[in-house]
């Protein structure tokens, strides 16, 4: 199936972007952001996003912790045919400029949270060492991370109004 990514010079494989080198329904793409305030220690925002071409899978989740209580939201869609679109419902994720600024949006939804926040690295993103792990002769664990640190975002409530 053909997407806007398969006409981008980045192919790792004979094959359009929406397969991956192995059919283990497993296999996982993700997005994972926390965002904290570190000056208060109240508040903190975690957000991701999840592809699982081999179960043709999206989901995505925003988890806001604020003053001792927790509110979340959850998703999930049909990854195929828009494997090139990170949306699920009312959750969008989108790359401003690659590596260094995105805007998660959380639009009108049961939960109650709403957000619109833009993030802007401080720093080039740190490739961490890959994460090999096997037991008993089987892969349980092959990961590859980057990590980045950005000033803090201006965190709302799903009202608008700052949280503090």
């Keep these: 199936m053909l997407t806007a990514w398969d006409e981008l010079m980045c192919h790792q494989l004979p094959t359009t972007m929406d397969h991956v080198h192995t059919t283990n329904p497993e296999w996982t793409e993700r997005i994972y952001v926390s965002i904290y305030n570190v000056r ?7 957000f991701g996003v999840g592809q699982y071409p081999n179960k043709n899978v999206q989901d995505g989740f925003v988890t806001v912790w604020h003053e001792g209580k927790q509110y979340n939201f959850r998703a999930s869609r049909t990854l195929r045919p828009r494997i090139d679109q990170m949306k699920i419902g009312p959750l969008s994720v989108a790359t401003i400029e690659g590596l260094r600024r995105f805007r998660i949006k959380l639009d009108d939804n049961p939960s109650t949270l709403r957000l619109d926040v833009e993030w802007t ?13 096997e037991s008993g002769g089987k892969v349980v664990q092959d990961i590859s991370r980057f990590d980045q640190v950005g000033p803090p975002a201006a965190l709302c409530n799903s009202v608008g109004r700052p949280f503090r």
């Design 121 to 133: 690295a401080s720093m080039n993103p740190h490739e961490e060492a890959h994460d090999l792990r």
């Design 40 to 46: 208060d220690k109240n508040t903190m925002l975690g």
